[in-house]
């Protein structure tokens, strides 16, 4: 094996295949800087590319893109607080308010480097699980995929900062915008008041930029300010690798994290990052912070969503089950390479096996060291007046959220959004479990659903399920413990200066 | 009673009838669509009459006790505290902004797209940011340029419009 991967070292950087490599680079960071925009659209782009070429530099191109995805996606989720991708939610709660105290460099520079490390370490998984990880994968039935649901749910009540009840109802209120459109299994639509833009429910770019892009634009224009409020950076790039070197145990866990849920299918990018920041939250020391700027809460879930695209190629490779519309793609550009991914795939195409591992490490490198090199450039336009930034932002949304369905629906969906969201911003509604709420709401409903036709209640009684059940508590346990105990140290406090 | 909190027990009232309404409307749904949609509007209804509750209760008993709209004051951020006044002048300042995004998009659906987006930065630069001509001129350029290059690469799709533009 160790052999093979040499030799797959040595195709990978023969120099054509490099300048693939660079050019998906390229385009991944540039589909991720854009919000709304995913790895799908960087995949439809380059696909009709990848005709014709050698297997090696097909495989460079497009895992070049889809590795650095979630590198470029942090520009926006730090700067303008608005999701790059699904996969970067979670980065926005501490990433922006740390943009805002002018740290937007310290911010992205930490980003990057996890991003590299997670992304490195993924690919070290993917090269480690190609051959034991097929009885994992098999053991995983709807039972387990619904508590993994219900696991990144119970992250609902560790973002609630302060307000645990509104971030409950926020998290049910976005279950229940996620029941809109057709029911799983039954041919039902619900919610849809005869629209014919409601059908397939509301696309989560819509969403996640009516949430949080329009409240924050609109916040900005009338405090006539900028990103960052006084009108200087202090952070540096410089100690963003310092934070990050500091995390690193942070950034190992993370990663493993990220790429051991990466390697089951259906559970998506965005489920991931939510647990990352969740249980990020919960194993760390001096936690007030969070949620206001603390650099952790970047570094979790950055390392866990670049570590999880090795995880995720797992089951992609070996058994051709697509977790994510860019992993679906992304087989049929193999199969248009003449490769068939499937159980035969590490046996009969052990070197292109292995030059995707490479692909994968080295292009998360040259991603974040593109990305570095462009952080203090990029971050001074949290010192840009609003009044100049945000009419080109508003313009970039509006393009972008009409992308997700191409329909007129899409850009009066995310006027009405940035309405709600901005009205939960002024009432200090948590906004965050509302986002967890909706993507959760399908992939809980399915495989509750699936569940119960299958196994009864009998599931239940599971003993993986049992496992996953503990796991929540003890996460619930550990993430709500410190809020009560400061809440009741707060109330004995007031009730003492009372008396 | 400040704007927030009735801004906040305004929306606790509106979130109570959307998880009232959900719920009735699910019991329409055949046995499999509806359990999913009917629980999450059972408890979502529960815990908004409670939480309606618990904003009327807090808001009668924490004048005077340094905590506002049922939250303790130390929980907000320094900036989402203002006075009246304030509060009052914000509100009025993001309707006005939010005009300004509802005209852009108003404009997209009548003139089209690049005409739209070229009219509103224009517009909002010269206006709001005070920029000057030259400088504006050319910042609308290089949004066009921008957005036909973008267009291009990234096989993107512009809305539909009156003008057919």
Not at chain 1, 155 to 166: I, K, N, T
Not at chain 1, 426 to 443: E, K
Request: aromatic letters at 8%; one cysteine or more; glycine letters at 12%.
């Amino acid at each position: 094996m160790f052999e093979a991967a040499v030799e797959a070292l040595g195709l990978i950087l023969q120099i054509d295949r490099l300048g693939w490599m660079l050019l998906g680079c390229s385009v991944g960071l540039v589909v991720g800087l854009l919000p709304g925009l995913g790895g799908t659209v960087g995949m439809s782009i380059l696909l009709p590319f990848v005709f014709g070429m050698d297997a090696y530099s097909g495989v460079a191109l497009l895992i070049g893109m889809a590795a650095v995805i979630h590198t470029g996606d942090t520009f926006p989720s730090v700067l303008i607080g608005v999701p790059g991708s699904s996969g970067s939610q979670a980065t926005i709660v501490d990433g922006y308010p740390l943009a805002r105290q002018g740290k937007a460099a310290t911010a992205l520079s930490a980003a990057f480097i996890v991003s590299m490390a997670g992304g490195v370490f993924g690919a070290v998984v993917l090269f480690a699980t190609l051959s034991v990880a097929q009885p994992l994968v098999l053991a995983l039935g709807s039972p387990e995929l619904f508590m993994l649901a219900i696991f990144g749910l119970s992250m609902v009540g560790v973002l609630s900062l302060g307000s645990p009840l509104a971030g409950l109802i926020s998290g049910l209120l976005g279950l229940a915008i996620g029941t809109i459109g057709g029911a799983p299994g039954v041919p039902v639509y619900r919610y849809t008041f005869d629209l014919i833009y409601l059908f397939d429910g509301i696309p989560l770019p819509v969403l996640a930029l009516g949430l949080f892009a329009v409240p924050e634009m609109l916040d900005l224009l009338a405090q006539r300010g900028q990103i960052a409020h006084g009108a200087k950076l202090t952070g540096s790039r410089l100690e963003g690798i310092r934070e990050a070197l500091r995390h690193k145990w942070l950034v190992l866990r993370s990663a493993a994290l990220g790429s051991a849920l990466g390697i089951v299918p259906g559970i998506g990018g965005s489920v991931i990052d939510w647990i990352a920041y969740g249980v990020t939250k919960q194993t760390v020391r001096d936690r007030e912070n969070f949620g206001r700027g603390d650099i952790r809460g970047v570094i979790g879930p950055e390392s866990a969503n670049n570590a999880k695209e090795g995880g995720a190629l797992v089951p992609t490779l070996i058994f051709g089950i697509p977790g994510s519309g860019t992993t679906a793609m992304l087989l049929g550009g193999l199969v248009l390479l003449g490769i068939e991914p499937g159980p035969a795939m590490v046996r009969e195409h052990l070197s292109v096996t292995l030059s995707i591992v490479w692909s994968l490490a080295l292009a998360n490198i040259f991603g974040a060291a593109a990305c570095i090199a462009c952080a203090g450039l990029v971050a001074r336009a949290s010192i840009v007046p609003a009044s100049r930034l945000v009419p080109f932002l508003f313009i970039i949304i509006t393009v972008a959220a009409y992308q997700s369905t191409r329909h007129w629906g899409d850009i009066v969906a995310l006027l009405v959004l940035g309405v709600l969201g901005w009205i939960m911003k002024q009432a200090a509604w948590p906004r965050a479990p509302m986002l967890i709420g909706f993507v959760l709401s399908l992939v809980t409903e399915r495989y509750l659903h699936l569940s119960m036709s299958r196994y009864g209640l009998e599931w239940l009684a599971f003993p993986s399920v049992l496992a996953i059940l503990a796991m929540i508590v003890i996460a619930l346990v550990l993430g709500l413990a410190p809020d009560l105990r400061r809440r009741r140290a707060r109330a004995r406090a007031a009730s003492e200066a009372q008396s | 009673m400040t704007v927030r909190d009735r801004l906040r027990l305004g929306f606790s009232l509106v979130v109570l009838c959307l998880f009232a309404y959900a719920g009735l409307e699910a019991l329409d749904f055949s046995r499999r669509a509806r359990y999913m949609p009917l629980y999450v509007s059972v408890a979502g209804f529960t815990l908004s009459a409670l939480l309606v509750f618990l904003e009327c209760w807090r808001m009668r008993t924490a004048a005077g006790r340094g905590t506002r709209r049922g939250v303790a004051i130390e929980d907000l951020a320094a900036e989402d505290l203002f006075s009246p006044e304030e509060e009052r002048h914000r509100l009025k300042t993001t309707a006005y902004y939010l005009l300004w995004m509802v005209g852009y998009v108003a404009m997209i659906a009548l003139v089209g797209l690049p005409v739209a987006s070229a009219l509103f930065l224009g517009a909002f630069l010269l206006v709001e940011a005070r920029m000057r001509p030259l400088a504006t001129a050319l910042s609308v350029a290089a949004m066009l340029a921008g957005l036909l290059v973008l267009t291009h690469l990234m096989h993107l799709r512009w809305p539909s419009s009156l003008a057919g533009w």
